[in-house]
């Protein structure tokens, strides 16, 4: 962030004030960095330049590989993650834009999409710029001032510095929640996550032909984490590990406060623009399907921002709601990184931002 | 079944009648037939022959095959089970002992192990012989006078024609909600059953890299199929097909009408001789590893005849116990197949033929 100032004195981080009024007087183009260009950092590059309001002031990377060259080819500048291994990309034939430092710099908001551990290290070159960040979930929550889901919470990011865009099963996991909480109260969740080995390129990852519970005592850091976005929820959550790459997939049971049917679940959860629930005539079985379908569609990557949740599996036995849904490793966070851009910087509210950041991703099928 | 009488007349088979006289004079050898020689039958045919009451009469098979040409070199009587593929065996240079027709007049009991749907074809030969006849899980419950589990409902098979021993699911989710029915009572169990996608043979099977709800509606047939073993309980069961072989793995949710703590829990399902939990010490992460542990303990197949509960699982969230069990789809129906050979002819109660069986099976680690 280039116009810094002391953020103690004035109670909160400057560019919340000089943000505002710009948006409200005209088309201000949020400057975006992000640092981490892999599975989650490429995502989010791609849906911050097709926003109407951002733009990526450039990506930072630790090597050169085939993202970094892809990256350039996409006319991001570049910059080195590390000093130390600055000189590879010039080996590669790629040019740098600069080091890590000089984006943190220019950018109104930093997206950490580092591996899980090293945006806690990270986090001092924020503050010594005074850009504020955004992380991922694999970090911990103790490390941010609010975890972050739009549906949620959006609101409580307002002029924070360091926001937690909590992972791909918790986002998952809170957009179902909240408007079923809403709607009926919950009583409690539990939930048993099936989880993926490994994201596709991942090919170093297990298990190979075996069901892990993982890990094998209870709870799984899911429930815990969903309490971060809804302290208040009885939740337990169960993981397990499957020789499978391409989204993971939940198992939901939600004990309701009060009367529901399945149709109304239906027509409750089909409002949710980040929700799809699967018409049944699409006859889609599982993940490889969902992903097929998504390609067809144009999905850039064959990427499912949305909760994939399977109509007919929408059940309510006495309180108890019961359902799978798909969740989109790789993608789902990413419309909720581009809502924390705007949130952190105040420069829309949630319904604004939502609408924003579907429109320009064509959210929905 | 050689003399044979009019049970309408009598009101229940003569067998009974005289066998249990036998049984109570002295060493009687019930003669079991196995109709079909795949995963489940040669398991139980071996099973049977460790018994110290029983003999294998004979095993019966459609084709010649590499499991036919092991039957024989066990010196298991061989019987051709179609009569229009009974030349094949001789092509393949295996002895036949005869036709099915043949092993069943001969036997006192038949376990029909072919696959599911053709139990239900074969229910007329045993009914022409006058044979009683155990059936597989995959037969519908309709077919028979009643289903069955040895720790659950052993008594209810007494003088019954055609008994179906349920599948192995099934059979996992009764043995534990036997003893939790008993001490503590159960307000309604929620099951996700992540299930092995074929059998380690079955090549042709999949998933590949998917997980599949399945069946996308909800319940899965294991609920309703639990409540044939106990017609009360409150059960809801989702089932999911993943890519893998070895086992199945449930995650359990039993929420309990009475306090209970993980450590009684644990206590409770330690002693229950067909409910193995696993000492965490043991580092056992999943069914690859179970497998192997059962191999080094010498198990034939390396068979997990218990239901495999991970100890540090166990874990009580007010009055909801969670659990993961891993259930051995090729072999945990096995022992119960024995069990309702003795309970169909009467030659033992409930706790006699189950220490007889887990003693002659060398059951527990």
Known sequence: ???????????????????????????????????????????????????????????????????????????????????????????????????????????????DATPSGIGAENKSLYEEHDTPALYQGGEDEDLVDTSFNARANYADAAGADHVRVVSCNT????????????????????????????????????????????????PSHHGPDVKTIFPDLAIDTLGLKVPATLMHTHSINVTLDSDATADAVRDLLRDES????????????GAGAL??????????????????????SITVEDDDLYLFQAIHQESDVVPENVDAIRAVTGSADAAESVATTDDALDMGF
């Open 1 to 111: 962030m280039p116009d810094g100032g002391d953020p103690t004195a004035l109670g909160f981080r400057p560019a919340l004030e000089t943000v505002i009024p710009l948006a409200r007087a005209g088309p201000i183009m949020l400057r975006v960095g992000v640092n981490g260009y892999g599975t989650i950092g490429k995502r989010v590059a791609d849906a911050v330049r097709a926003q109407p309001d951002m733009e990526v002031a450039g990506v930072a990377k630790t090597r050169p590989n085939f993202e970094a060259e892809r990256a350039v080819a996409k006319d991001f500048p570049l910059y080195a993650a590390v000093e130390e291994r600055a000189d590879q990309f010039g080996e590669a034939g790629i040019d740098l834009a600069g080091m890590v430092e000089e984006l943190v710099e220019t950018a109104d908001v930093m997206v």
């Open 171 to 218: 986002t998952g996991l809170s957009r179902l929640v909240a408007p079923l909480e809403e709607e009926y109260g919950i009583e409690k969740v539990r939930a048993t996550l099936v989880r993926r080995g490994g994201d596709p390129a991942q090919s170093g990852r297990g298990p190979i032909n075996d069901i892990l519970p993982n890990p094998r005592t209870l």
């Open 274 to 285: 980040r929700l799809f629930v699967i018409p049944e005539r699409l006859d889609i079985d």
């Open 291 to 312: 992903k097929e379908f998504a390609l067809d569609a144009g999905r850039p990557r064959g990427d499912l921002w949305e909760n994939c949740i399977w109509g007919e």
